[in-house]
């Protein structure tokens, strides 16, 4: 056995971000990372715009309280004529500043008499207040998104501000799911003598698609030579391929040697973790396979700690994790395990605190327990008694 650590550093180094570039929809890109710099086409403002409803008005011409004719009003859209010397221009937020104003004084410091003068009722107001000048948010040519850049909502703002429709990404990985084992049944079957519903399958898909990859469900291969390698040669046609079940020292569990006539190399296989101890990873060319053990709680870890951050590789993520927390125990804990122990946890706030407590479980095949976790707590091998408080390692599922 090797460590997870050791595991993982195998997996990435088989891992690089996917190529060629596509070219990808804005509208569509949330949550890739580009492929490209981004430069503006474009001053923003493209012209001095007022950041308040207000006057328009030449410095030189404000003095507390003495009113001045409005020679015009201009909304944002609207081209304004010039400011006449001596008067005021009212103007609404986002509209241009006349050519010749200075100075923008917001609507709230004056008072509109009944002959439709303004009066000003704050005095002079500095040079540029309220004024956002031409291209103080960037100017022509300057660089706004740099590749690399993992796209949020923000930024698909701003990459439709400087004209951009699509852009070029790092694609998003695409991974075939495939459960193995005779005893399986999909979910809208009832199970008869000796037999389970296939809850890997579908837990395994919302992973991948909560990891970003783009998942396909392959089914369920039963526990057969020639029915395992058909499904096995479909999977491979994905960068990734992921199995359930199967892999373990089993009479029937044929997957290492199935891989193995398909032409995969075997990089590991069985790890110093508990729950996941027979996690398999192999490769055949660029393609990644996958093994994960057939108990749900064992493949969930497997590919929190493996799979997700592979294919946050493969999608370009400079940081592909998985990304460990210290938070302190809720309570005292007693603990002992021959290996280290990702126990399913919660997290609790109090007094501004985040706490983590480990949530009751019996075991790998507790997939109810695993439901009201939303952390993973990492628990040293050996005999121990926690106290309260004490700082623990936990990865957060989000």
Same mark, same amino acid.
């Given at each position: 056995m090797i460590s997870v650590a050791d595991a993982l550093h195998l997996v990435l180094q088989h891992c690089a971000p996917l190529a060629p570039a596509t070219i990808s929809p804005v509208m569509d890109a949330l949550g890739l990372v580009l492929a490209e710099d981004v430069a503006s086409d474009l001053d923003m403002p493209p012209f001095d715009k007022a950041m308040m409803d207000g006057y328009a008005v030449r410095r030189s011409d404000v003095s507390e309280?003495?009113?001045?004719?409005?020679?015009?009003?201009?909304?944002?859209?609207?081209?304004?004529?010039?400011?006449p010397a001596g008067q005021a221009i009212r103007i609404m937020t986002g509209a241009p500043i006349p050519a010749g104003a200075d100075a923008v004084v917001r609507v709230e410091q004056t008072k509109t008499l009944d002959d439709g003068?303004?009066?000003?009722?704050?005095?002079?107001?500095?040079?540029?207040?309220?004024?956002?000048?031409?291209?103080?948010?960037?100017t022509t040519g300057q660089v706004v998104l740099t590749a690399g850049t993992v796209l949020a909502p923000q930024h698909v703002g701003l990459l439709a501000s400087v004209g951009r429709s699509s852009v070029k990404a790092v694609p998003t990985p695409s991974i075939s799911i495939l459960a193995t084992g005779d005893e399986l049944v999909e979910a809208n079957q009832r199970p008869g003598p000796g037999q389970l519903r296939n809850s890997n399958g579908p837990m395994l898909h919302a992973q991948a698609t909560r990891a970003g990859a783009a998942p396909r469900y392959l089914g369920i291969a039963r526990d057969e030579p020639a029915a395992l390698r058909s499904l096995i040669q479909e999977g491979m046609k994905s960068p990734m391929l992921m199995l359930a079940g199967g892999v373990s020292m089993g009479q029937r569990d044929l997957v290492p040697d199935v891989l193995k006539e398909l032409g995969v190399e075997a990089h590991v296989h069985h790890v110093a973790m508990k729950p996941g101890k027979p996690f398999y990873f192999g490769t055949r060319g660029e393609s990644l396979v996958f093994g994960l053990p057939g108990n749900p709680v064992s493949s969930f870890c497997c590919f929190e700690l493996f799979v997700? !951050?592979?294919? +946050?590789? =493969?999608?370009?993520?400079? %940081?592909?994790? !998985?990304?460990? +927390?210290? =938070?302190?125990?809720?309570? %005292?804990?007693?603990?002992?395990?021959e290996r280290p122990t990702y126990h399913p946890a919660m997290r609790e706030k109090w007094d501004r605190t985040e706490y983590v407590r480990p949530v009751p479980w019996f075991g790998s095949p507790d997939l109810r327990g695993i439901a009201k976790a939303d952390a993973l707590l990492l628990l040293p091998p050996g005999a121990h008694t926690l106290a309260a408080g004490t700082p623990m390692p936990v990865l957060v599922l989000d």
């Open positions: 309280g003495i009113p001045l004719m409005v020679a015009a009003e201009v909304m944002a859209g609207q081209v304004p004529p010039p400011l003068r303004v009066r000003f009722e704050a005095g002079q107001p500095k040079e540029g207040h309220h004024i956002l000048r031409r291209g103080a948010e960037m997700r !951050p592979a294919i +946050r590789k =493969l999608a370009g993520f400079s %940081d592909p994790g !998985p990304n460990w +927390r210290q =938070l302190p125990l809720a309570d %005292d804990l007693v603990h002992s395990s």
